[in-house]
């Protein structure tokens, strides 16, 4: 293809990088054709070295499939990038001798039999939460590769690609920053995570609660808890919630009587840098709750005041012979009270009556803390 | 003071009408006096009539609250600036003949009582649900359309419009941003007045009003059929604007069952002036649902089987219904609420039961 079209075309795509939906592949395709190469990749992993995100163009399904299910780990590339500040140009013939590329296995089982002798990758995000590269392939490689790479051509596109980036990182800064202020308001913390629960970004009361030293906290970046129990289930709640289409609800306690509440959403997509999945997170920690009020109970079942104490003695965990105890009246009376609730409520067992005397009305009334 | 640092003043006050919080005061102040009066009030008024939000330099306390408690719904500006373009300016002295307003108590009480002889009012926001108007008052009247034409005016108006129109874009982004963040979880979200006029309703809201058989809008203000509920959603509002306190409202008759309303102050950034106004999402209510097994899990630390026999529990089974729709003994049963009774620290059935409901 015509050079000129290849770098409107490319620059054309680098413009949209703004756009909830970024056009990837034309931006891939047109890299693959500047640098000079057969086939791009877009790779992001997490601080864990989990990968994050694998998009390609003109990659053979049998190399993607190999590389994702076995040579990721063994990226030569991907461990010298480490620190390596967004824009900065790898090349593997710089970087490694051939007589060390011939006893690697990366290169020798991965890159020769799916045709790539050359790897030029640009550093496209170095945060200590998430990195990701952008890297063309080439099947004939050339010592000449960093003449290129500093051709005005290039450089012209990559400094492009860099503030496209910059933009899109600002735009979904903002879009969280406004989504912080806004649920905060309604005493709600948030966050954006990757599926393997690594942290991308936190709200100030987010920061706080998992700094709290309750026991679901952070731990090298990721959500942790320290029972096995609800560790699994938060593992199980952050793999699952790219694909959920109701949001997924978990109850941490804190140990201390009260708990946070988690629901986990798929991320929007102008939260991805390219077409990673994130999970979007709100939480709010509740300390005990207050049981529904005796009026409320009234109204709502149609009971008497002193049932309605019954009801509400139950709900807050007595037995009828500690409330009868406490009220100062026998335990037949509150016997025949819990009968008459029985009748009334249509139920047929106290297990009962707690239930529906919990789903009653909530409290109506929320105390915020003052900003 | 000098006319060219009033109008310094005046636009570096404009210029920061993009902070959330803008100095309205300076504002106030600058407009005084690059117009050349002696007080300033900015003026919000929702639904054409009621007053939002009243702000003032220079006027006495006297004056202040007569207006706000009386005068206000006489003012003689509200009526002909009614559909007004944004940046026009009106001139009490130029809109009504010595004769009219010799006979106008809204002039003869309040004006002149609290040595106001002519206003200049510009209007800064003409909306169908809020109007708004920056107000210069004179104590002594004279022609001002000259001085109201000049460049100098010109381009304090042109700045003040264009701030105001940044202002206005920029809490449509942040609405937006909160409507996209909101609708991920379910729910939907409005901004009102405290007195219950809707100024804006996402998308869910206005699915939400439009299928509802209980709360809607009647006449762009929220309203509900049931009296009980219409009030404590109109003490809601105010407590919600005044105080810091979340307020949640159950209203039953939506689409999808019980839903509830909650309400919070809203953030400075989407008013005008001083105006407070109220942030409210409509969300589906304190489930009613058994809660999911994970949820459980994670609650309580109970392996994935324990759980579904606490949420059977939770659901109104009896261990023996369970075992039965599980196709497993009634002892196995059994054994597992033992071991949930162990783990979740209960003595009693219905404390599981209490504990599962509370939790998710």
């Not at chain 1, 860099?162 to 966050?191: H, P």
């Not at chain 2, 300033?40 to 007569?66: C, D, H, K, W, Y």
């Not at chain 2, 800064?124 to 708004?132: I, P």
């Not at chain 2, 307020?247 to 953030?267: D, H, Y």
Request: positive net charge; aromatic residues 6%.
């Amino acid at each position: 293809m015509n050079r000129n079209l290849a770098l409107r075309r490319t620059l054309d795509a680098i413009s949209h990088l703004g756009d909830p939906e970024p056009p990837w592949a034309a931006l891939l395709q047109g890299m693959q054709q500047l640098v000079g190469g057969d086939s791009a990749t877009l790779i992001q992993i997490d601080c864990g070295g989990e990968l994050l995100n694998f998009q390609q163009h003109d990659v053979s399904p049998a190399a993607e499939r190999a590389y994702l299910e076995h040579f990721f780990a063994h990226d030569i590339v991907a461990p010298l990038t480490i620190g390596a500040p967004p824009g900065s140009w790898f090349d593997t013939q710089e970087l490694f001798s051939s007589s060390l590329l011939s006893k690697e296995g990366f290169y020798v089982d991965f890159m020769c039999p799916h045709r790539m002798r050359q790897l030029l990758t640009f550093i496209v995000e170095d945060s200590p939460q998430r990195r990701g590269g952008l890297t063309v392939q080439r099947s004939v490689s050339t010592s000449h590769a960093r003449r290129h790479l500093e051709s005005a051509t290039v450089r012209h596109v990559a400094g492009a690609l860099r503030q496209g980036l910059e933009q899109r990182n600002a735009m979904t800064r903002q879009w969280f920053d406004t989504a912080e202020s806004a649920f905060d308001g309604f005493g709600e913390a948030i966050c954006l995570a990757t599926p393997q629960g690594t942290v991308l970004r936190a709200s100030a009361r987010a920061r706080e609660l998992l700094g709290q030293g309750h026991s679901l906290r952070l731990r090298g970046g990721r959500l942790w808890h320290p029972g096995a129990e609800v560790q699994r289930a938060l593992r199980l709640a952050l793999a699952h919630a790219p694909q959920a289409r109701q949001p997924i609800r978990l109850s941490i306690p804190d140990g201390r009587g009260g708990q946070s509440r988690l629901e986990l959403v798929p991320a929007a997509p102008q939260l991805s840098l390219g077409r990673e999945a994130l999970v979007f997170i709100r939480m709010r920690h509740d300390g005990a709750r207050t049981p529904p009020p005796v009026d409320s109970l009234c109204s709502a079942f149609g009971i008497t005041p002193a049932e309605a104490r019954v009801l509400a003695a139950l709900v807050a965990g007595q037995s009828p012979k500690q409330h009868a105890g406490a009220q100062g009246v026998s335990v037949h009376t509150v016997r025949s009270q819990v009968g008459s609730l029985m009748a009334k409520m249509g139920c047929t067992r106290q297990a009962e009556l707690v239930r529906k005397g919990l789903l009653a009305q909530p409290p109506l009334l929320e105390t915020g803390r003052p900003a | 003071m000098n006319q060219s640092f009033a109008l310094r003043r005046t636009l570096d006050a404009i210029a920061h009408l993009d902070d959330p919080q803008p100095p309205w005061s300076d504002l106030l102040q600058g407009m005084q006096q690059v117009v050349g009066g002696d007080s300033a009030t900015f003026i919000l008024l929702e639904r054409g009539s009621e007053l939002l939000s009243f702000q003032q330099v220079n006027v006495s306390p006297a004056a202040e609250r007569e207006y706000m408690q009386h005068f206000c719904a006489h003012d003689i500006l509200i009526p002909p600036t009614l559909g007004a373009a944004p940046g026009s300016w009106f001139d009490t002295h130029e809109l009504f003949s010595p004769a009219f307003l010799s006979k106008n108590f809204y002039y003869a009480d309040f004006m002149c009582r609290h040595s106001a002889r002519q206003m200049l009012a510009c209007i800064v926001d003409q909306g169908a649900q809020r109007r708004g108007g920056l107000t210069v008052q004179r104590s002594t009247a004279a022609h001002a359309r000259r001085l109201l034409d000049s460049t100098r005016i010109r381009r304090v108006t042109q700045a003040l419009r264009q701030g105001l129109a940044r202002r206005d874009e920029r809490a449509r982004l942040w609405l937006g941003g909160a409507e996209s963040a909101f609708a991920a979880f379910g729910e939907a979200v409005l901004l009102v007045t405290p007195a219950g006029t809707v100024l804006r309703a996402s998308a869910g809201a206005q699915e939400f009003f439009g299928a509802s058989r209980s709360l809607r809008l009647r006449s762009q203000r929220l309203w509900h059929p049931d009296a009980q509920t219409q009030q404590a959603l109109a003490a809601g509002l105010r407590l919600a604007a005044q105080s810091r306190q979340r307020i949640r409202l159950p209203i039953s008759g939506g689409s999808a069952g019980l839903q509830e309303l909650e309400m919070a102050r809203a953030a400075p950034q989407l008013s005008l002036g001083e105006e407070v106004l109220v942030l409210a999402r409509i969300r589906p209510g304190r489930s009613q649902a058994v809660p999911s097994i994970d949820s459980l899990c994670s609650a309580f630390g109970v392996t994935p089987a324990e759980a579904r026999v606490l949420a059977a529990l939770a659901a109104g089974q009896s261990p023996k219904q369970h075992a039965g729709a599980q196709g497993v003994s009634v002892h196995t049963v059994r054994s597992q609420l033992g071991s949930l009774m162990a783990k979740m620290g209960c003595t009693r059935q219905v404390d599981l039961v209490r504990k599962a409901l509370l939790a998710p």
